[in-house]
């Protein structure tokens, strides 16, 4: 069963759950609800997915994340969605390609904390231009989680393009001095253009870029993972006691 073989130990997914995918490939994102009609060994099979926001459209055979909500996290993992039967539109088996992971509400804790970066476009959203080398420029992140952060960046990003950041030497947070992080959102602070940025874990380098691109990228890239990340959500977490001390929060 998906439960057992996916993760070592049970968990909470069952007949009939809910659960979203999500395909992300070129800057686009498409978000996708389906429930579960079956259960097999690194297989779920699920009912028609249903469009819910997005500009990227799924296809047969491509890498997906499948995730889902319960009271005490999201879990998610990764897979390869195929059609049954050869029939597209129908329902849809989701091949498991790596562990499931329980991703705690922590890791989006946020600190308002000013960091000095530096930061480049590597590939944009819309695809029409190509970056053929980097160009860097200054900025400074407002706040900051374990699992992204809100930083300046001002004109020429959007909302889907893909950034190199460069983190600065007065960096405490656990951070590697090199990610590449996905643009969530954009947001206008102070007549001020900030980014919402997800870092983008090694794992997941894949569903971005291709495997020429991942081996072109600085080895420091493929540092964040997991363990990296625990690493920040402990830094923070003793940054709110240091705060919560000092009754700032």
């Given amino acids: ?3 057992s073989t996916a993760t070592g130990k049970r968990k909470p997914l069952d007949l009939w759950d809910k659960i979203e995918i999500v395909i992300e490939r070129d800057g686009q994102r498409g978000l996708y609800i389906t429930r579960v009609e079956d259960i097999g060994p690194n297989v779920i099979v699920a009912s028609k997915p249903e469009y819910v926001d997005g500009s990227r459209l ?3 055979n491509a890498m997906v994340h499948v995730q889902f909500r319960k009271p005490d996290a999201m879990y998610r993992y990764p897979a390869r969605i195929k059609s049954r039967d050869g029939k597209p539109g129908e329902s849809v088996e989701l091949h498991i390609l790596g562990r499931m992971e329980r991703v705690q509400r922590r890791n989006f804790v946020r600190i308002d904390m000013k960091i000095g970066l530096k930061f480049s476009l590597i590939k944009s959203s819309d695809r ?4 053929l080398e980097l160009c860097w420029r200054d900025s400074f992140s407002k706040n900051v989680s374990a699992g992204g952060m809100l930083m300046n960046v001002g004109e020429g990003v959007e909302k889907g393009d893909i950034l ?5 030497n007065n960096n405490i947070t656990g951070l590697p001095r090199l990610l590449t992080v ?3 959102r954009i947001v206008s602070i102070n007549e ?5 940025v997800e870092f983008i874990k090694d794992e997941n380098l894949a569903l971005y870029f291709t495997p020429g691109e991942i081996s072109s ?3 420091q890239i493929r540092q964040f993972d997991s363990r990296v990340q625990n690493r920040v959500v402990r830094f923070i977490f003793e940054q ?8 700032l929060i």
């Avoid at 029409?128 to 970056?131: E, H, S």
């Avoid at 001020?192 to 919402?196: D, M, Q, S």
């Avoid at 709110?240 to 009754?247: A, D, I, L, T, Y």
Wanted: net charge positive; charged share 25%.
């Fill in 1 to 3: 069963m998906l439960n």
């Fill in 58 to 60: 799924l296809t047969d």
């Fill in 128 to 131: 029409k231009n190509n970056v």
């Fill in 164 to 168: 190199m950041v460069r983190i600065g």
């Fill in 182 to 184: 996905l643009c969530c």
């Fill in 192 to 196: 001020n253009r900030f980014a919402g």
């Fill in 217 to 219: 990228l600085p080895k």
């Fill in 240 to 247: 709110q006691v240091k705060e919560r001390q000092k009754g």
